[in-house]
């Protein structure tokens, strides 16, 4: 009875777990495309609910894409496509100038 | 020269009585009135937390005001009035026409592309036969 012996593959339903003790015993240029496949599936949240307009005053909207120390988020984290990415730079700025936003510390 | 869209914001000392904000409200909307503008909006957003300490202060009066006009140097005015009240502890003034008059144009855009694609059926099908 040799097929008890064998290593079954991995049952889907213990995902997550697994999946990050494996990408930690993998090296990094093998993780590569699971990570790439997981991102993959971040949309721009601006595209989906269709902003045309970054209000710099809104800072509830632009506080999700500032880090602790106040930098802004980047896209490749937040899944922002490049063109929202720069509108939301711009209302960032208008926001720190105005202190509505902190700018980004050092400490 | 096509009007100009202007969001004005300013920051009074948290201690300033409402009168005297009152007061700046109304010295900027004369001075755009001077120079063929008008204050569209004015909105008192009142006393904020601010995200970094502005001349010792951690909190602030915000003022907020749209400004429309067509000459230079209305906006300049504004600013030197500001500058020089001494409520004042901080302003910005942000163009905005340019930004809004893309958003009308995406949102047209894509009303047209809407508008297409429910037609979608019939135009693909004489594409179909313009192609054969
Ligand atoms: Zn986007």
Redesign the interface.
């Known amino acids: 009875m040799t097929d008890e012996l064998k290593p079954q593959s991995d049952p889907p339903a213990e995902g997550a777990v697994q999946e990050r003790a494996r990408a930690a015993a993998t090296p990094a240029s093998a993780r590569r495309s699971k990570r790439q496949f997981f991102r993959k599936k971040k949309v721009c949240r601006f595209c989906a609910d269709r902003i045309d307009f970054i209000d710099y005053k809104n800072v509830e909207l632009l506080q999700p894409f500032i880090q602790e120390r106040g930098k802004i988020v980047p896209r490749r984290m937040s899944g922002t496509c490049s063109r929202h990415q720069r509108w939301l730079k711009i209302a960032i700025k208008r926001a720190r100038n105005i202190a509505l936003l902190p700018f980004a510390s050092e400490i | 020269m096509e009007e100009r869209i202007y ?1 004005l ?1 300013f ?1 009074c000392r948290p201690d300033t009585p409402e009168a005297e904000v009152d007061k700046l409200i109304a010295l900027l909307e004369q001075t755009a009135a001077e120079r063929g503008g008008r204050v569209e909006k004015a909105e008192k957003w009142g006393t904020r937390k ?3 300490r ?1 001349r010792r202060h951690r909190e ?1 009066y915000y003022v ?1 005001l749209v400004v429309h006009g067509t000459r230079g140097d209305m906006i300049q005015e504004m600013e030197r009035r500001l500058k020089v009240a001494d409520p004042v502890i ?3 003034t ?1 163009r905005l026409d340019d ?2 008059k ?2 009308r144009k ?2 047209q855009r ?1 009303e047209r592309r809407a508008a297409r694609r429910t037609r979608k059926p019939k135009s693909a099908a004489a594409a179909q036969q313009a192609a054969s």
Do not use: P, S
């Open positions: 969001d914001i920051i601010l995200a970094y502005v602030g907020y901080k302003y910005l942000v930004e809004l893309r958003q995406l949102a894509r």
